[in-house]
């Protein structure tokens, strides 16, 4: 199914999920203080006419606020940001929207919510007297759904007890990072879920009741031998593809802090070697390696400290 096909170049930070809710449109949003150091600022968009918006942090309520999030996609009817934060300092946020025209607002600044935290027995099961939680509580769980609509989105279009199910017309966004990437209604958004817990390592997080976020897994760097990057007996990298004349290939070099060193794009030839001088120096480099735009491997390999780029 086309809509499973996956988007790698995952980096940098995954949205914290939350709880369906309803959203106050613009001029007013929601923060929320998630815990672990994530903030979520959120949002519903009542204009059609919407080009530019931006979230922004300050350490006091009235002045030096800076842009930390500036959405590549205004127009999406609800959206959401994850912040990184320090915990113990106080942070307030504004949202700042330009409609058609160059009409400009800010709204009020806001500071997050109290964290919501459910208490847990030894088991793990919840405490509350029996309630239900405000929130879906996960431990490394990968389907960060509200529990309530994974329970409505089961019912299909059965209605039990005159209890409310979801339409089965009702649009799903599906969001990679900031990125609309697909639109599914109920049914087939059960069966993209499905597909993603079972055939995938991706995360699905909550953003709102309509908005999902997929989360693309990428595997940790590893530090074995690796049958397609390799050194020779002279200490030169050599790049061994078999499949390069029906497959693409992709490959980076990166130091140990993740700066680029070398990248080699649609690789043609089933066996390369590196000339040495293309590295600034000895000791270990990462590398990640791609098959057809998916990662395939990420690695480390060592170079002799003795050779002279």
Do not use: C
């Not at 300050?58 to 915990?87: A, Q, R």
């Not at 390799?230 to 802090?257: H, N, S």
């Amino acid at each position: 199914m086309k809509w499973i096909s996956r988007i790698v170049l995952f980096t940098g930070w995954m949205l914290a999920a939350t709880a369906a809710m309803a959203q106050d449109a613009l001029p007013k949003f929601s923060v929320e203080d998630r815990g672990g150091g994530r903030v979520v600022v959120s949002w519903r968009n009542p204009y059609p006419n919407l080009i530019q918006l931006a979230v922004q942090r300050s350490y006091d309520s009235t002045k030096k606020f800076t842009t930390v999030y500036s959405s590549t996609s205004p127009e999406l009817p609800v959206n959401g940001y994850s912040d990184k934060i320090i915990p113990g300092i106080k942070y307030y946020y504004r949202v700042f929207y330009v409609m058609e025209g160059g009409a400009y607002f800010f709204t009020k600044s806001m500071r997050p919510s109290a964290p919501i935290i459910v208490p847990r027995d030894s088991t793990g099961s919840n405490t509350n007297n029996g309630k239900k939680d405000s929130v879906v509580v996960v431990d490394n769980k990968r389907d960060q759904l509200d529990e309530e609509l994974v329970k409505k989105l089961k019912k299909g279009n059965k209605k039990e007890d005159e209890e409310e199910v979801i339409p089965p017309d009702k649009p799903f966004y599906i969001k990679v990072k900031d990125t609309l990437y697909t639109t599914l209604i109920t049914a087939e958004f059960f069966r993209f879920r499905d597909s993603i817990m079972k055939q995938t390592k991706d995360t699905l997080f909550q953003l709102t009741d309509d908005t999902i976020l997929l989360g693309i897994y990428v595997p940790p760097f590893l530090q074995r031998t690796s049958e397609f990057v390799f050194t020779d007996r002279d200490g030169y990298i050599v790049i061994k593809l078999p499949d390069a004349a029906t497959k693409r290939y992709d490959i980076r070099f990166m130091e140990e802090d993740e700066t680029l060193v070398l990248e080699l794009k649609a690789l043609k030839e089933p066996f390369l070697i590196l000339d040495k001088t293309n590295f600034y120096h000895g000791g270990w480099y990462k590398f990640e390696l791609l098959e057809n735009g998916k990662i395939k491997e990420r690695n480390r390999i060592f170079l002799a400290r003795d050779f002279s780029p």
